[in-house]
């Protein structure tokens, strides 16, 4: 069922377009970018010659033949509507990927809803021996893993793109896999605790502490593995830009920053964290439960981004502080004081990806220099 939409793909994809597209991502990402916001598009459009079906989120998760051709048809409307969008598939499990792998109940909306899943938290009344057993039964079994849980199906289906990757030259060449969603540390967690989580941080912060450490070296253990399996969250094996005086160069990885595609945008480094949970906690609470594993993650995998949703301008200059953040992808600038935000990322070379525009153009309109690091869609 999926070559006619993979022959449709490859054969409507142009090297030079895609390079070219490539090149100026790269440029922006390594801060060559020259001009107020960055928001590039293809050189041309490609429609389709076939109709692509839709496929809503419980057909995809139910099927990997499914779950491929909804992620290629996101790739096949970025071509048709010319956007500039890089090309990304992943394993589209939703947040409770990493849940999966301790007993988690998982909960889907209708087919009517289009959601991803979540799942059910382990203490919804507030009574914490579910995590202490969790935590004295240390690390889950990696190796047991198949398609009964998330996290199994999460591999397989990395597997699954890989072998399309490599049947096709073109679609191998420019649609990156990026890495699933496993969320950051205190995210997962609280997915896994529910509500309570928040009392339970001043009740039991040494249980909590242990959880985190639990939760941060498990996804570190995870992600390797699905990296072993031969999969790459790294946008290409070689890293394209675009140097002004020589045209189009090629360097190994070892010779450059490594650059990520993820959300059809990139950044520099590999990992892509969320921290949606930090918009409850104080910057103290930032510092002490959320900091110290996201470092940890930074650290295991050279560097990368995070996202945040909601308000975020109470933790970002601690969360911009750490080594190898490179990329902020933040909701809800109207949620935020973005003079704090713009201080503490594109004023210290941290880009702003998938920006409102909104929030760009007001801050151009009142005199704010963006240094060429904001990025809008």
């Known amino acids: 069922m999926l070559e006619p939409y993979l022959d449709d793909l490859e054969s409507r994809l142009d090297d030079e377009v895609e390079d070219r597209l490539y090149a100026e991502w790269a440029d922006f990402t390594a801060g060559r970018f020259v001009g107020d916001i960055f928001s590039p598009r293809r050189a041309t459009a490609g429609p389709p010659r076939v109709e692509w079906p839709r496929v809503v989120v419980n ?68 009574n914490l021996d579910p995590i202490r057993r969790l935590v004295d ?93 031969g999969h790459s969250s790294f946008a290409r094996d070689e890293t394209v830009f675009l140097d002004q005086n020589q045209g189009f160069s090629s ?24 921290d949606d949970s930090a918009m409850n906690l104080s910057p103290a609470m930032f510092e002490e439960f959320v900091k110290p594993y996201d470092q940890r993650l930074l650290d295991a995998f050279g560097g990368g981004a995070i996202h945040f949703c909601g308000r975020g301008d109470h933790y970002i200059d601690s969360m911009c502080a750490m080594p190898g953040m490179h990329a902020i992808a933040m909701s809800q600038p109207d949620y935020n004081d973005m003079e704090v935000i713009y201080g503490a990322t594109v004023d210290r070379g941290i880009n702003l990806i998938g920006l409102n525009r909104t929030a760009a153009e007001s801050a151009l309109a009142a005199g704010r220099d963006l240094h060429g690091r904001v990025h809008c869609w």
């Open 251 to 274: 360097h190994k990885k070892d010779e450059c920053p490594l650059f990520s595609a993820h959300w059809g945008m990139m950044h520099e480094g590999v990992i892509m964290l969320r």
């Open 137 to 229: 039964a240390g690390v889950p079994d990696l190796d047991a893993l198949d398609e009964t849980t998330l996290a199994g199906r999460t591999l397989l289906m990395a597997d699954r793109f890989e072998a399309i990757l490599g049947r096709y030259p073109k679609i191998g060449r420019h649609v990156h896999h990026y890495h699933p969603d496993l969320q950051g540390p205190m995210d997962v967690c609280e997915v896994l605790v529910g509500s309570h989580l928040f009392l339970a941080l001043v009740d039991e912060p040494a249980l909590i502490h242990a959880f985190l450490d639990l939760l941060t070296e498990t996804y570190i253990r995870y992600l390797r593995r699905w990296k072993k399996r």
């Open 59 to 126: 057909e995809a998760i139910a099927d990997f033949d499914r779950m491929a051709l909804q992620q290629f048809a996101a790739a096949s409307r970025a071509l048709a509507e010319g956007t500039g969008a890089l090309l990304n598939v992943r394993s589209n499990y939703g947040t409770s990927i990493l849940p999966s792998l301790f007993g988690v109940a998982l909960f889907r909306q209708d087919n009517e809803q289009d959601t991803l899943p979540t799942s059910w938290p382990l203490c919804p009344d507030g």
